[in-house]
């Protein structure tokens, strides 16, 4: 299983972000697909998941209307449209898989794959 999420960067607040994430060794379009993120000195947290066909999503209270995720399975990637930046997005932006359907807002433990990360970094 091969996930590589791209798209971080240095904004400013109030800016707009897109990660994607393309994956590779899985039956991509039976998985449900997450993002996490992990700020320095802090454990890792839920941020967006969603779910084989797209039709259930989950968000993290925080970044409820600001972010949407989205998926295509015709080209195994996921995405995070990232809206309304704050300095408290500023973290390392992880995409995770699993291979059972979702029904609740997860915990990191519950997903068995993950990509290496890429930063988001955004000033005030």
């Known amino acids: 299983v091969q996930l590589q999420a791209s798209g971080g960067g240095l904004v400013q607040a109030g800016d707009s972000l897109r990660l994607s994430c393309a994956a590779s060794?899985?039956?991509?379009?039976?998985?449900?697909m997450g993002w996490f993120r992990q700020a320095p000195g802090k454990e890792r947290e839920f941020v967006s998941a969603i779910n084989w066909n797209g039709g259930s999503t989950y968000y993290a209270d925080s970044v409820k209307g600001r972010f949407s995720i989205a998926r295509d399975n015709a080209k195994n990637a996921v995405y995070l449209q990232m809206n309304s930046l704050k300095p408290e997005d500023t973290a390392v932006y992880y995409c995770?898989?699993?291979?059972?359907?979702?029904?609740?807002?997860?915990?990191?433990?519950?997903?068995?794959?993950w990509g290496q990360g890429t930063l988001v970094t955004v000033s005030s």
């Open positions: 995770a898989a699993r291979s059972t359907i979702l029904s609740h807002m997860p915990a990191p433990n519950e997903f068995s794959d």
């Open positions: 060794g899985i039956a991509f379009s039976t998985y449900v």
